[in-house]
């Protein structure tokens, strides 16, 4: 009996029945709070898998793009490098044309140059054989002989018309 008098016992037991009480009545209250509970993490845990799902997909996505403009860029590259190749062609034809051209402008100004000196250089000989013809002829001819040559001339002008 000792037992019963001890305050530790009665303790215990009254913990005891307060734990029975609590769970006979509070036993469906409390199942239903832990289901609860239980729903909404198996809900959490399925919106988290979901948006980790979503993620892979944009990150898969991502890459995808990043992997398509990294080729895109390269494409871009390599026809920009086609293009300056062949810009650089076409101004070295274009070059190699005009200088071509150039070449051909200049002997052919050389050659029109040659010629007016030459005409130039027959034109000052030829005036300065009659000049020289004239100064002969003046101090060589007397009066009455330029008159026969002038006579003579005539005559063999009319002959030569007719």
């Known amino acids: 009996m000792e037992l019963l008098a001890d305050e530790h016992t ?7 029945a307060f734990l029975g009480i609590a769970w006979r009545l509070g036993k469906d209250k409390i199942l239903a709070l832990l289901d ?3 729903e909404e993490i198996r809900k959490e845990i399925e919106t988290a898998e979901s948006l980790r799902i979503e993620a892979q997909e944009m ?3 991502y890459q995808r793009k990043h992997r398509d403009a990294i080729t895109e860029s390269k494409k871009i590259i390599a026809d920009a490098k086609k293009q300056a ?3 650089h062609k076409q101004a070295g034809k274009d070059l190699e044309e005009t200088l071509e051209r150039r070449e051909l402008q200049l002997k052919d100004r050389i050659k ?4 007016s000196a030459v005409q130039e250089i027959q034109n ?3 005036d300065l054989a009659m000049n020289a013809a004239t100064e002969i002829i003046t101090d060589k001819l007397d009066k009455k002989t330029g008159e026969k040559l002038v006579d003579q001339s005539i005559k063999n002008l009319s002959k030569q018309i007719h």
Do not use: P, T
């Open 10 to 16: 009665w303790l215990v037991i009254s913990f005891l």
């Open 36 to 38: 609860d509970k239980i």
């Open 59 to 61: 990150l898969a996505q």
């Open 85 to 87: 190749e062949a810009i």
């Open 112 to 115: 029109r140059m040659e010629q």
């Open 124 to 126: 000052y000989a030829a």
